[in-house]
Every structure is written in C-alpha cells, then in structure tokens.
C-alpha cells in the first residue's frame, strides 16, 4: 500500500509538471513570435533603408560642400526631441511639409511627422538652406529622414532582440526542471521569470502590483519545484481576475524565513470549499482547464520538500495566497515555519 501511494504521487507530481511545462510551453511560444516578427519586419526595413542611405550619400557628397550639409543635419535630428504639445507638432508638421514641398522634395507630408518630432525645424532648414551651396538641400533632407527612419528600426529590432533575451532567461530557471538539487535562489527573480512567461495570459487592464522587500535574503531550496509554485499560484490568480482587476505580490523576510504572498482581486474562493482546495484533484475551473493537482502539488512542494506553509485566506473581492519557507536549506520539521506574526 506504501509503495502504491508512493507512485501515485509520483505519477500526481510528473502530471502536473507536464501540466505546468504545458502552460510554459504556451506561453513560451506565443511572447517569442511576437518579438521574432517585429525584429524581422524591422531589419528587412532597415535593409531597405540602408540601400536608400548608400544610395543618396553617393549621390550627395559628389557636390562639393555636401559633407558638411550632411553632418549639420545629422546633428540636428540626432535626439528624438523633447515633448511637444501634439497641437504645436501637428504645426510644425504641416511648416515642415510646406517648406520641402515648396522645394520639390519627394513625399514631404511623409517625411515631415519624423522630421517635427526629432525637433527639426524650418529655422533650422534655413540655417542649413544659406550654407548649403550648390548641395541639393532637398536630397539631404531626405537623406537625414532616411537615417532617422534607419536608426529607429535598428532600435526597434533591439528592442525586440532584448525582449528574446529576457525571455530565454527567464526559462533558464526552468531548464533544470528534473535536477533534485537545493541552490540559492532570488524569490524575487523566480517570480518575476514566471510573470514574463505568463504575460500572453493576463487580461488586458490587469495591474501587477509587486511590493519587494529590498532586504529579503537568497533562500536555499529546490529552484526548479519551486518555480512550479509561483507558476500555479500566479496562473490561478490570473485566471481569477477579469480585466481591470489586481495581482498583488508582496514579499518580506521574517527571522530565519522569508514570507511570500500573492493577493488577486477576484471573486473569491467560497467557504465551505476553502478547507478542500490543497486537495488532489479538487478543482474549480471548468472542465478541461485544471487538473486539480496544482495547488496540491504547490501545497507538498512548500511543506513537505521545503518544510514550510502555504496557507490561503479568501473573502469577495480578494484571495491571498501566503508562502512561507525556511531561509537554510530544508531540514526544518514540517510546520515551523507556519508560525509567523502577521504583518
């Protein structure tokens, strides 16, 4: 019979772990295309572009004079601008437009929005226009609009390359998920990984308060189980709170432990259920959306691996979720860090 119960937990805690790497998986997938599109889309642009720059520069600096045209307007959109009142860009937009439009410039009502919010103005032109010489100033206009359009897609692909990366660090904490170690981790790290992973699930208009003691120490657990904790927490509160609702993460540290809690501002879990929810296969999403071992495996996970307490207080309008675990590696007897002063 031990033995029974033992593989069935076992068989419980790879189930979920599949269940769990699922939602990874998903939400894997879905945050890395975005970014991976946008970064195409973008250099392909930037390819375009370059070849326009290449292009008017050979053109451009043939004309005697044309260097110093090119560097006086490199120099002039060089920063994106400050703020400006949308009624005074719009403005400016429209001055700019009339000033290359009156020189024949090639599709100045296009280049003109860039140009105004890079603070180019017409004073500038004219300044730029009397030194000019035999220079085309309406080429090099173009010119410097090429070069801003070039710089802000090599900026954007960053962009998009940055939120790539972030992502596959985020699942570097994840890699190990079958290694039965303990290693120091950062709390505060480990939920913010799981909150990148999870981000394709939020509803729109839902905030993500975190509230993170900058004191709270490295803990020495088992990383990888761990973060299976801060998944179906944070999973289940997302799927607790319609949009424009709130995640609340706070953290602090209490002696040799270090207190966790996830708040979110759903319905709430009814009473007469709440004293079942750390139950296997006790569920209360729909049919198909929960296995009903999350909470249990998160329940023996914090207790009886890590010697600690995952405890839950619900009302209308607001469930709470409170992790707390040992600082030391686990060894603790079970229960001792259930015995917290409430703050």
């Known amino acids: ?5 033992s593989e069935t937990e ?3 805690r790879d ?3 599949m269940a769990s790497l699922g ?28 070849a326009d ?9 043939a004309t005697p004079g044309a260097a110093d045209v090119l560097r006086k307007l490199a120099e002039a959109t060089a ?20 000033w290359l439009d009156d020189r024949g410039v090639e599709d100045a009502w296009e280049l003109a929005p860039g140009l105004a919010q890079a603070g180019l103005t017409t004073e500038t032109l004219d300044d730029i226009a009397v030194a000019s010489g035999d220079t085309d100033i309406g080429r090099a206009v173009q010119w410097a609009a090429s070069a801003m359009d070039l710089r802000g897609l090599l900026n954007d692909s960053r962009s998009a390359c940055g939120r790539i990366s972030d992502l596959v660090k985020a699942m ?14 950062d709390i505060h790290a480990g939920i913010d990984d799981t909150l990148v992973i999870l981000k394709h699930k939020m509803p729109a208009g839902v905030e993500i308060a975190k509230a993170y003691a900058s004191d709270l120490p490295m803990v020495t657990v088992y990383g990888s189980e761990l973060n299976q904790v801060w998944t179906n927490l944070l999973d289940n509160a997302i799927d607790a709170v319609a949009d424009g609702g709130r995640i609340d993460i706070a953290t602090r540290a209490d002696g040799e432990r270090v207190v966790i809690s996830v708040t979110d501002s759903g319905a709430g879990i009814p009473e007469d259920i709440q004293n079942k929810i750390f139950d296997p296969f006790f569920t209360t999403k729909p049919v198909g959306q929960g296995t009903g ?3 249990d495996i998160s329940h023996r996970i914090v207790t009886a691996r890590h010697c600690g307490c995952l405890e839950v207080a619900s009302k209308p309008g607001e469930t709470r979720f409170t992790v707390t675990l040992p600082i030391l590696p686990p060894g603790c007897p079970t229960g001792e860090a259930c015995d917290i002063e409430d703050e």
């Open 79 to 98: 920063d994106d601008g400050e703020d400006i009142d949308p009624l005074d860009l719009a403005d400016i937009e429209d001055t700019l437009a009339d």
């Open 15 to 17: 189930m979920e772990k």
């Open 23 to 50: 939602t990874l998986a998903a939400g894997l997938a879905h945050e890395l295309n975005n970014p991976a599109a946008a970064a195409v889309r973008s250099l392909s642009r930037a390819e375009a572009r370059a």
């Open 10 to 12: 076992s068989i419980s």
């Open 172 to 185: 570097k904490s994840y890699s190990y998920m079958d290694q039965d170690i303990t290693q120091e981790v």
């Open 1 to 5: 019979m031990t033995q029974r119960t």
């Open 293 to 295: 071992l999350g909470l």
């Open 53 to 61: 720059l290449h292009a008017l520069t050979s053109e451009l600096t």
